[in-house]
Protein backbone atom coordinates (compact mmCIF):
# COMPACT_ATOMS: atom_id res chain seq x y z
CA UNK A 1 0.00 0.00 0.00
CA UNK A 2 2.78 2.65 0.69
CA UNK A 3 4.48 1.61 -2.60
CA UNK A 4 1.39 2.23 -4.06
CA UNK A 5 0.66 5.42 -2.75
CA UNK A 6 4.34 6.20 -3.52
CA UNK A 7 4.39 5.65 -6.93
CA UNK A 8 0.40 7.43 -7.16
CA UNK A 9 2.18 10.60 -5.44
CA UNK A 10 5.09 10.62 -7.86
CA UNK A 11 2.75 10.10 -10.73
CA UNK A 12 0.81 12.90 -9.67
CA UNK A 13 3.89 14.94 -9.47
CA UNK A 14 4.64 14.01 -12.75
CA UNK A 15 1.10 14.74 -14.52
CA UNK A 16 1.55 18.38 -12.85
CA UNK A 17 4.51 19.08 -14.01
CA UNK A 18 3.20 18.15 -17.43
CA UNK A 19 0.48 20.11 -16.88
CA UNK A 20 2.40 23.31 -15.88
CA UNK A 21 5.06 22.96 -18.69
CA UNK A 22 1.92 22.65 -20.96
CA UNK A 23 0.05 25.64 -19.66
CA UNK A 24 3.49 27.48 -19.82
CA UNK A 25 3.09 26.69 -23.54
CA UNK A 26 0.09 27.57 -24.28
CA UNK A 27 0.64 30.71 -22.27
CA UNK A 28 3.69 31.83 -24.42
CA UNK A 29 1.75 30.67 -27.71
CA UNK A 30 -1.17 33.10 -26.44
CA UNK A 31 1.36 35.66 -25.80
CA UNK A 32 2.85 35.98 -28.92
CA UNK A 33 -0.16 36.30 -30.47
CA UNK A 34 -1.66 38.93 -28.81
CA UNK A 35 0.52 41.71 -28.08
CA UNK A 36 -2.19 42.83 -25.76
CA UNK A 37 -1.47 40.81 -22.68
CA UNK A 38 2.68 41.53 -22.67
CA UNK A 39 2.15 44.06 -19.79
CA UNK A 40 0.66 41.26 -18.01
CA UNK A 41 3.02 38.60 -18.43
CA UNK A 42 6.68 38.26 -17.63
CA UNK A 43 9.18 38.77 -20.42
CA UNK A 44 10.10 36.13 -22.47
CA UNK A 45 13.78 36.59 -21.23
CA UNK A 46 11.79 35.44 -18.31
CA UNK A 47 10.24 32.71 -19.84
CA UNK A 48 13.13 31.00 -21.74
CA UNK A 49 15.28 31.21 -18.20
CA UNK A 50 12.24 29.21 -16.36
CA UNK A 51 11.55 26.69 -19.40
CA UNK A 52 15.31 25.85 -19.27
CA UNK A 53 14.86 24.93 -15.80
CA UNK A 54 12.40 22.33 -16.69
CA UNK A 55 14.16 21.19 -19.94
CA UNK A 56 17.38 18.99 -20.47
CA UNK A 57 20.57 20.95 -21.34
CA UNK A 58 22.73 19.54 -23.75
CA UNK A 59 26.59 19.82 -23.11
CA UNK A 60 28.50 22.07 -25.57
CA UNK A 61 30.80 19.56 -26.46
CA UNK A 62 28.24 16.90 -27.31
CA UNK A 63 25.71 18.60 -29.33
CA UNK A 64 25.07 17.10 -32.76
CA UNK A 65 25.33 19.37 -35.72
CA UNK A 66 22.44 17.14 -37.62
CA UNK A 67 20.25 18.47 -34.82
CA UNK A 68 20.92 22.44 -35.15
CA UNK A 69 23.68 22.84 -33.64
CA UNK A 70 26.95 23.72 -34.10
CA UNK A 71 29.80 24.07 -32.19
CA UNK A 72 31.42 27.80 -31.74
CA UNK A 73 34.14 28.28 -33.91
CA UNK A 74 37.34 30.33 -32.19
CA UNK A 75 37.65 33.95 -33.00
CA UNK A 76 39.98 34.42 -35.91
CA UNK A 77 43.46 36.20 -34.49
CA UNK A 78 44.42 39.81 -36.53
CA UNK A 79 46.19 38.92 -39.79
CA UNK A 80 49.44 40.68 -39.88
CA UNK A 81 49.50 42.54 -43.64
CA UNK A 82 52.44 41.07 -45.90
CA UNK A 83 51.36 44.47 -48.34
CA UNK A 84 54.73 46.41 -49.74
CA UNK A 85 54.70 49.93 -51.11
CA UNK A 86 55.88 51.16 -54.39
CA UNK A 87 58.47 53.76 -54.40
CA UNK A 88 57.09 57.00 -56.31
CA UNK A 89 59.28 59.80 -57.70
CA UNK A 90 59.05 62.83 -55.97
CA UNK A 91 57.13 65.87 -57.59
CA UNK A 92 59.59 68.11 -59.31
CA UNK A 93 58.54 71.28 -57.52
CA UNK A 94 57.04 71.39 -54.43
CA UNK A 95 55.43 74.63 -55.24
CA UNK A 96 53.58 74.00 -58.24
CA UNK A 97 52.30 70.38 -57.23
CA UNK A 98 50.92 68.71 -55.08
CA UNK A 99 53.34 67.67 -52.13
CA UNK A 100 52.17 64.52 -50.31
CA UNK A 101 51.16 61.52 -52.07
CA UNK A 102 49.24 58.17 -51.13
CA UNK A 103 50.92 54.83 -51.23
CA UNK A 104 49.85 52.67 -54.00
CA UNK A 105 47.68 49.71 -53.65
CA UNK A 106 49.31 46.43 -54.24
CA UNK A 107 48.32 42.65 -53.59
CA UNK A 108 48.51 41.48 -50.49
CA UNK A 109 49.82 37.76 -49.90
CA UNK A 110 46.54 36.75 -47.91
CA UNK A 111 43.53 34.92 -49.15
CA UNK A 112 40.55 36.83 -50.37
CA UNK A 113 38.66 35.72 -47.16
CA UNK A 114 41.44 37.05 -45.01
CA UNK A 115 40.87 40.63 -46.40
CA UNK A 116 37.60 40.73 -46.26
CA UNK A 117 37.59 39.55 -42.72
CA UNK A 118 40.08 42.13 -42.04
CA UNK A 119 38.18 44.86 -43.26
CA UNK A 120 35.29 44.09 -41.63
CA UNK A 121 36.44 43.93 -38.46
CA UNK A 122 34.78 46.04 -35.74
CA UNK A 123 36.05 49.36 -34.85
CA UNK A 124 36.61 49.10 -31.34
CA UNK A 125 39.29 46.57 -32.35
CA UNK A 126 41.70 49.19 -33.63
CA UNK A 127 40.12 51.49 -31.13
CA UNK A 128 41.42 49.50 -28.18
CA UNK A 129 45.11 48.64 -29.35
CA UNK A 130 47.26 49.38 -26.68
CA UNK A 131 50.88 50.96 -28.26
CA UNK A 132 53.83 49.44 -26.26
CA UNK A 133 56.90 49.54 -27.11
CA UNK A 134 56.91 46.55 -29.28
CA UNK A 135 52.88 46.45 -30.04
CA UNK A 136 51.76 47.91 -33.42
CA UNK A 137 48.23 49.00 -33.51
CA UNK A 138 46.03 46.32 -35.86
CA UNK A 139 46.32 47.31 -39.91
CA UNK A 140 43.30 48.79 -41.41
CA UNK A 141 43.03 48.35 -45.00
CA UNK A 142 40.76 51.13 -45.04
CA UNK A 143 43.49 53.55 -44.38
CA UNK A 144 44.66 53.61 -48.01
CA UNK A 145 43.89 57.01 -48.83
CA UNK A 146 42.36 56.78 -52.45
CA UNK A 147 38.77 58.57 -52.72
CA UNK A 148 37.05 54.68 -52.54
CA UNK A 149 38.67 54.01 -49.59
CA UNK A 150 38.06 56.93 -47.57
CA UNK A 151 33.93 56.12 -47.73
CA UNK A 152 34.74 52.98 -44.80
CA UNK A 153 32.14 54.00 -42.72
CA UNK A 154 29.45 51.79 -44.64
CA UNK A 155 31.76 48.85 -43.87
CA UNK A 156 32.79 49.86 -40.41
CA UNK A 157 30.37 48.43 -37.76
CA UNK A 158 28.44 51.45 -36.44
CA UNK A 159 28.27 52.03 -33.05
CA UNK A 160 24.69 53.73 -32.20
CA UNK A 161 24.25 57.12 -31.41
CA UNK A 162 22.17 59.48 -29.16
CA UNK A 163 19.48 60.91 -31.06
CA UNK A 164 20.30 64.35 -29.45
CA UNK A 165 24.47 64.16 -29.33
CA UNK A 166 26.38 66.60 -30.63
CA UNK A 167 28.87 65.31 -33.63
CA UNK A 168 30.35 67.84 -35.40
CA UNK A 169 31.35 65.45 -38.06
CA UNK A 170 27.91 64.45 -38.71
CA UNK A 171 25.57 66.79 -40.70
CA UNK A 172 24.98 68.26 -44.14
CA UNK A 173 26.18 70.88 -46.47
CA UNK A 174 23.69 74.07 -47.33
CA UNK A 175 24.17 76.51 -49.01
CA UNK A 176 25.03 79.96 -47.40
CA UNK A 177 25.55 83.05 -49.67
CA UNK A 178 25.38 85.32 -46.93
CA UNK A 179 28.20 84.72 -44.86
CA UNK A 180 30.47 82.07 -46.94
CA UNK A 181 33.08 82.92 -47.86
CA UNK A 182 34.78 84.08 -44.81
CA UNK A 183 37.12 86.42 -46.78
CA UNK A 184 38.40 87.10 -50.30
CA UNK A 185 40.72 84.69 -52.40
CA UNK A 186 41.68 88.09 -54.01
CA UNK A 187 42.68 90.08 -50.90
CA UNK A 188 44.44 87.62 -48.76
CA UNK A 189 47.69 87.86 -49.98
CA UNK A 190 49.43 88.35 -46.99
CA UNK A 191 48.91 85.29 -45.50
CA UNK A 192 47.48 82.86 -48.78
CA UNK A 193 50.32 81.70 -51.22
CA UNK A 194 49.35 82.33 -54.83
CA UNK A 195 49.36 78.51 -55.58
CA UNK A 196 46.38 78.33 -53.19
CA UNK A 197 44.43 81.28 -53.59
CA UNK A 198 42.41 79.81 -57.13
CA UNK A 199 40.69 83.41 -57.81
CA UNK A 200 43.85 84.25 -58.80
CA UNK A 201 43.76 81.71 -61.68
CA UNK A 202 41.73 81.07 -64.90
CA UNK A 203 39.25 78.98 -62.93
CA UNK A 204 35.37 79.87 -64.15
CA UNK A 205 33.45 78.77 -61.34
CA UNK A 206 33.57 79.39 -57.55
CA UNK A 207 30.04 78.48 -56.44
CA UNK A 208 31.83 76.14 -54.28
CA UNK A 209 32.55 78.84 -51.82
CA UNK A 210 29.17 79.61 -50.86
CA UNK A 211 28.45 76.29 -48.87
CA UNK A 212 28.78 76.17 -44.88
CA UNK A 213 28.56 73.09 -42.55
CA UNK A 214 25.67 72.04 -40.48
CA UNK A 215 26.45 69.80 -38.09
CA UNK A 216 23.63 67.66 -36.59
CA UNK A 217 22.31 68.36 -33.54
CA UNK A 218 25.19 71.00 -32.70
CA UNK A 219 25.49 74.74 -31.82
CA UNK A 220 28.11 76.10 -34.94
CA UNK A 221 27.68 79.97 -34.17
CA UNK A 222 29.30 81.97 -37.42
CA UNK A 223 32.99 82.46 -37.29
CA UNK A 224 33.92 86.14 -36.52
CA UNK A 225 37.53 87.03 -36.95
CA UNK A 226 37.48 89.62 -33.94
CA UNK A 227 35.19 88.23 -31.64
CA UNK A 228 37.24 84.62 -32.35
CA UNK A 229 40.94 87.00 -31.18
CA UNK A 230 39.29 88.04 -28.28
CA UNK A 231 38.16 84.89 -27.07
CA UNK A 232 41.96 83.89 -27.94
CA UNK A 233 43.46 86.55 -25.91
CA UNK A 234 46.59 86.01 -24.43
CA UNK A 235 46.44 82.30 -25.97
CA UNK A 236 48.48 80.65 -28.33
CA UNK A 237 46.97 78.47 -31.37
CA UNK A 238 49.18 75.69 -33.14
CA UNK A 239 48.91 73.86 -36.28
CA UNK A 240 51.68 70.86 -36.43
CA UNK A 241 51.66 68.78 -39.42
CA UNK A 242 51.96 68.54 -43.05
CA UNK A 243 51.04 71.24 -45.98
CA UNK A 244 47.59 70.08 -45.20
CA UNK A 245 48.15 71.51 -41.92
CA UNK A 246 49.63 74.78 -44.05
CA UNK A 247 46.90 75.21 -45.73
CA UNK A 248 44.80 75.17 -41.96
CA UNK A 249 47.09 77.45 -41.17
CA UNK A 250 46.93 79.98 -43.81
CA UNK A 251 43.40 79.54 -43.74
CA UNK A 252 43.04 80.59 -39.97
CA UNK A 253 45.44 83.59 -40.51
CA UNK A 254 42.90 84.63 -43.73
CA UNK A 255 40.14 84.15 -41.43
CA UNK A 256 40.72 86.39 -38.50
CA UNK A 257 41.83 89.18 -40.48
CA UNK A 258 39.16 89.11 -42.88
CA UNK A 259 41.12 88.39 -45.90
CA UNK A 260 42.44 92.51 -45.05
CA UNK A 261 46.24 93.37 -44.92
CA UNK A 262 47.23 93.89 -41.31
CA UNK A 263 50.22 95.92 -40.69
CA UNK A 264 50.36 95.52 -36.91
CA UNK A 265 50.68 91.60 -36.65
CA UNK A 266 54.24 90.75 -35.46
CA UNK A 267 56.34 88.19 -36.98
CA UNK A 268 57.73 85.99 -33.65
CA UNK A 269 59.13 83.13 -35.52
CA UNK A 270 62.66 83.31 -34.24
CA UNK A 271 60.83 82.77 -30.58
CA UNK A 272 60.13 79.33 -31.67
CA UNK A 273 63.13 78.72 -34.06
CA UNK A 274 61.31 79.55 -36.96
CA UNK A 275 64.10 81.29 -39.23
CA UNK A 276 64.66 80.63 -42.73
CA UNK A 277 67.86 78.37 -43.02
CA UNK A 278 70.60 79.70 -45.61
CA UNK A 279 69.95 78.02 -48.97
CA UNK A 280 66.38 76.70 -47.86
CA UNK A 281 62.81 77.39 -49.16
CA UNK A 282 61.25 78.44 -46.84
CA UNK A 283 61.64 78.41 -43.06
CA UNK A 284 60.10 75.03 -41.02
CA UNK A 285 56.80 77.01 -40.06
CA UNK A 286 55.44 81.16 -39.11
CA UNK A 287 54.66 82.24 -35.85
CA UNK A 288 52.78 85.47 -35.87
CA UNK A 289 51.15 87.67 -33.12
CA UNK A 290 48.22 90.15 -32.85
CA UNK A 291 49.06 92.86 -30.81
CA UNK A 292 45.51 93.76 -30.17
CA UNK A 293 44.97 90.23 -28.23
CA UNK A 294 48.17 89.05 -27.34
CA UNK A 295 47.09 86.37 -29.71
CA UNK A 296 49.47 83.94 -30.91
CA UNK A 297 48.92 81.54 -34.24
CA UNK A 298 52.02 79.88 -35.51
CA UNK A 299 52.39 76.33 -38.02
CA UNK A 300 55.17 74.04 -37.93
CA UNK A 301 56.21 71.51 -40.41
CA UNK A 302 56.34 68.20 -39.36
CA UNK A 303 54.90 65.87 -42.18
CA UNK A 304 55.75 62.38 -39.78
CA UNK A 305 54.71 64.00 -36.66
CA UNK A 306 58.20 61.71 -35.34
CA UNK A 307 61.44 63.10 -34.18
CA UNK A 308 64.00 63.27 -36.86
CA UNK A 309 67.33 63.09 -36.20
CA UNK A 310 70.95 63.25 -38.45
CA UNK A 311 72.41 59.75 -38.14
CA UNK A 312 76.06 61.36 -38.18
CA UNK A 313 75.78 65.00 -37.58
CA UNK A 314 79.60 65.56 -38.91
CA UNK A 315 78.44 64.71 -42.43
CA UNK A 316 76.18 66.75 -44.40
CA UNK A 317 74.48 64.49 -46.81
CA UNK A 318 73.70 62.36 -43.79
CA UNK A 319 70.49 60.18 -43.38
CA UNK A 320 68.01 60.88 -40.61
CA UNK A 321 66.83 58.29 -38.27
CA UNK A 322 63.22 59.04 -37.96
CA UNK A 323 62.03 57.70 -34.52
CA UNK A 324 58.21 56.39 -35.09
CA UNK A 325 57.85 56.18 -31.40
CA UNK A 326 59.21 59.60 -30.75
CA UNK A 327 57.12 62.67 -31.05
CA UNK A 328 58.63 65.85 -32.78
CA UNK A 329 61.51 67.57 -31.10
CA UNK A 330 58.88 71.38 -31.39
CA UNK A 331 56.33 69.48 -29.69
CA UNK A 332 58.39 68.63 -26.48
CA UNK A 333 60.29 71.93 -26.72
CA UNK A 334 57.14 74.27 -26.82
CA UNK A 335 54.29 71.89 -25.76
CA UNK A 336 53.98 74.57 -22.54
CA UNK A 337 53.30 77.47 -24.86
CA UNK A 338 50.27 76.21 -26.64
CA UNK A 339 47.30 76.84 -25.73
CA UNK A 340 45.05 75.52 -28.78
CA UNK A 341 47.18 72.57 -30.81
CA UNK A 342 45.78 70.62 -34.00
CA UNK A 343 48.10 68.01 -35.21
CA UNK A 344 47.46 66.40 -38.53
CA UNK A 345 49.91 63.03 -40.82
CA UNK A 346 48.81 60.88 -43.75
CA UNK A 347 49.62 61.98 -47.11
CA UNK A 348 53.84 61.57 -46.68
CA UNK A 349 53.62 57.82 -45.82
CA UNK A 350 54.90 56.63 -48.94
CA UNK A 351 58.50 54.99 -49.92
CA UNK A 352 59.29 58.15 -52.33
CA UNK A 353 59.41 60.54 -49.26
CA UNK A 354 61.51 58.55 -47.10
CA UNK A 355 63.87 58.04 -49.68
CA UNK A 356 63.98 61.77 -51.12
CA UNK A 357 63.99 63.11 -47.18
CA UNK A 358 66.55 60.71 -46.37
CA UNK A 359 64.69 59.36 -43.48
CA UNK A 360 65.48 55.76 -41.95
CA UNK A 361 62.52 54.27 -39.86
CA UNK A 362 63.82 53.71 -35.75
CA UNK A 363 61.88 52.48 -32.85
CA UNK A 364 63.13 52.16 -29.45
CA UNK A 365 66.58 54.42 -30.39
CA UNK A 366 67.97 51.84 -33.21
CA UNK A 367 66.76 50.94 -36.45
CA UNK A 368 63.75 49.79 -36.88
CA UNK A 369 64.01 45.46 -37.83
CA UNK A 370 60.03 44.80 -36.99
CA UNK A 371 58.83 43.97 -40.46
CA UNK A 372 55.69 44.98 -39.70
CA UNK A 373 56.30 47.68 -38.42
CA UNK A 374 58.40 48.60 -41.50
CA UNK A 375 55.32 48.72 -44.15
CA UNK A 376 54.41 51.74 -44.42
CA UNK A 377 51.42 52.13 -43.36
CA UNK A 378 51.51 50.07 -40.23
CA UNK A 379 54.35 52.96 -39.49
CA UNK A 380 52.21 55.67 -39.94
CA UNK A 381 49.32 54.06 -37.92
CA UNK A 382 52.22 52.99 -35.02
CA UNK A 383 53.29 56.50 -35.35
CA UNK A 384 49.76 58.24 -34.89
CA UNK A 385 49.05 56.11 -31.24
CA UNK A 386 52.79 56.64 -30.06
CA UNK A 387 52.33 60.79 -31.04
CA UNK A 388 48.96 60.45 -29.25
CA UNK A 389 49.82 58.03 -25.91
CA UNK A 390 52.59 60.71 -25.52
CA UNK A 391 50.45 63.54 -25.66
CA UNK A 392 47.83 62.46 -23.50
CA UNK A 393 50.75 61.81 -20.73
CA UNK A 394 51.48 65.31 -21.23
CA UNK A 395 48.45 67.17 -21.12
CA UNK A 396 48.11 66.62 -17.15
CA UNK A 397 50.54 68.83 -16.83
CA UNK A 398 49.00 71.57 -19.55
CA UNK A 399 45.51 72.15 -18.16
CA UNK A 400 44.79 74.82 -20.29
CA UNK A 401 45.79 72.94 -23.67
CA UNK A 402 42.86 71.70 -25.65
CA UNK A 403 44.69 69.15 -28.16
CA UNK A 404 43.47 67.89 -31.44
CA UNK A 405 44.23 65.57 -33.85
CA UNK A 406 42.58 66.14 -37.24
CA UNK A 407 41.41 63.15 -38.97
CA UNK A 408 42.83 62.29 -42.94
CA UNK A 409 42.08 64.95 -45.72
CA UNK A 410 40.65 62.95 -48.98
CA UNK A 411 42.07 62.93 -51.83
CA UNK A 412 39.73 63.06 -55.40
CA UNK A 413 42.11 61.70 -58.34
CA UNK A 414 40.44 59.76 -60.65
CA UNK A 415 42.06 57.37 -64.13
CA UNK A 416 45.24 57.95 -62.60
CA UNK A 417 47.09 59.53 -59.93
CA UNK A 418 49.03 62.54 -59.95
CA UNK A 419 51.72 61.47 -61.57
CA UNK A 420 49.98 59.19 -64.13
CA UNK A 421 47.30 61.24 -65.42
CA UNK A 422 45.30 61.74 -62.26
CA UNK A 423 42.52 64.64 -62.57
CA UNK A 424 39.60 65.83 -60.49
CA UNK A 425 37.35 68.13 -62.97
CA UNK A 426 34.13 67.97 -61.45
CA UNK A 427 32.98 71.43 -60.60
CA UNK A 428 29.49 70.44 -59.44
CA UNK A 429 29.10 71.13 -56.17
CA UNK A 430 27.94 68.49 -54.05
CA UNK A 431 27.13 66.30 -56.89
CA UNK A 432 28.29 63.34 -54.52
CA UNK A 433 25.86 64.09 -51.80
CA UNK A 434 25.55 66.87 -49.23
CA UNK A 435 24.88 64.99 -45.79
CA UNK A 436 27.05 62.58 -43.63
CA UNK A 437 25.01 60.12 -41.78
CA UNK A 438 27.38 57.42 -40.27
CA UNK A 439 28.49 57.99 -36.33
CA UNK A 440 32.11 56.56 -37.02
CA UNK A 441 35.10 58.38 -38.39
CA UNK A 442 36.23 57.28 -41.94
CA UNK A 443 39.66 57.68 -40.13
CA UNK A 444 39.63 54.88 -37.86
CA UNK A 445 42.86 54.73 -37.16
CA UNK A 446 43.21 57.88 -36.04
CA UNK A 447 39.94 57.70 -34.15
CA UNK A 448 40.87 54.48 -32.18
CA UNK A 449 44.30 56.39 -31.38
CA UNK A 450 42.48 59.21 -29.35
CA UNK A 451 39.48 57.31 -28.10
CA UNK A 452 40.01 57.14 -23.92
CA UNK A 453 42.51 60.20 -24.23
CA UNK A 454 42.37 63.79 -23.68
CA UNK A 455 42.84 64.84 -27.06
CA UNK A 456 39.53 65.75 -28.69
CA UNK A 457 39.60 64.03 -32.68
CA UNK A 458 38.76 66.85 -35.78
CA UNK A 459 36.99 64.66 -37.50
CA UNK A 460 37.12 66.00 -41.55
CA UNK A 461 37.19 62.99 -43.60
CA UNK A 462 33.64 62.73 -44.48
CA UNK A 463 32.55 65.72 -44.71
CA UNK A 464 35.34 66.82 -46.85
CA UNK A 465 35.04 63.67 -48.96
CA UNK A 466 31.40 64.88 -50.61
CA UNK A 467 33.48 67.90 -51.96
CA UNK A 468 35.19 67.08 -54.57
CA UNK A 469 35.06 70.05 -56.82
CA UNK A 470 36.76 71.97 -53.88
CA UNK A 471 40.26 71.10 -55.32
CA UNK A 472 42.90 73.09 -56.75
CA UNK A 473 42.74 70.71 -59.78
CA UNK A 474 44.43 71.99 -63.01
CA UNK A 475 44.13 75.48 -62.02
CA UNK A 476 47.41 77.32 -61.16
CA UNK A 477 48.83 80.48 -61.82
CA UNK A 478 51.79 79.49 -63.92
CA UNK A 479 48.88 77.13 -65.63
CA UNK A 480 51.53 73.86 -65.34
CA UNK A 481 49.63 71.56 -68.39
CA UNK A 482 48.39 68.09 -67.18
CA UNK A 483 48.92 68.58 -63.84
CA UNK A 484 45.99 68.49 -61.51
CA UNK A 485 46.68 68.95 -57.61
CA UNK A 486 43.56 66.94 -56.43
CA UNK A 487 44.79 66.98 -52.97
CA UNK A 488 45.46 70.21 -52.49
CA UNK A 489 42.33 72.73 -51.45
CA UNK A 490 41.44 76.29 -53.08
CA UNK A 491 41.20 78.53 -50.61
CA UNK A 492 38.87 80.03 -49.63
CA UNK A 493 37.06 76.60 -49.00
CA UNK A 494 37.45 73.20 -46.72
CA UNK A 495 40.15 74.06 -44.46
CA UNK A 496 38.07 76.70 -43.11
CA UNK A 497 35.46 74.60 -42.53
CA UNK A 498 37.61 72.78 -40.49
CA UNK A 499 38.87 75.96 -38.42
CA UNK A 500 35.36 76.60 -38.13
CA UNK A 501 35.25 73.52 -36.32
CA UNK A 502 38.01 73.83 -33.82
CA UNK A 503 36.52 77.49 -32.92
CA UNK A 504 33.27 75.84 -32.34
CA UNK A 505 34.84 73.38 -30.14
CA UNK A 506 37.24 75.95 -28.03
Known amino acids: MKGGSSFKLRGNKLSLSLIALICITLVIWAWEKTPLLGPFL ?87 AKVQEHDIPPLDLSERSSSKDLNVGKILQKTPSHRNECNYAKGKWVADNDRHPLYSGFGCKQWLSEMWACRLTDRPDFTF ?7 ENCEMPEFEGSEFLRRMQHKTIAFVGDSLGRQQFQSMMCMVTGGKY ?9 HY ?79 GKLKANRWEMYVNGAPNTNRK ?72 VTEGAVKGTRIKLLDITALSQLRDECHISKYSIKGTQGVHDCLHWCLPGIPDTWNELVAAQV
Open 42 to 128: PSSDQFDMRLSMLSPVIPAETRDTSSGYTQQQPSSEEIPSKSSTKEVPLETSTEEVPLETSTEEVPLETSTEEVVSEVNKPVDLVSE
Open 373 to 444: IAEIWNARNFTVYSVSKWLDSQLPQHPRLKAFFRTLSPRHFVNGDWNTGGSCDNSNPLAGGSEVTQDNSSDP
Open 262 to 270: SPDVEDIGR
Open 209 to 215: ENYRWQP
Open 273 to 351: GLVKPRGAVRPDGWAYRFPSTNTTILYYWSASLCELEPINRSDPSTNFAMHLDRPATFLKQYLHKFDVLILNTGHHWNR
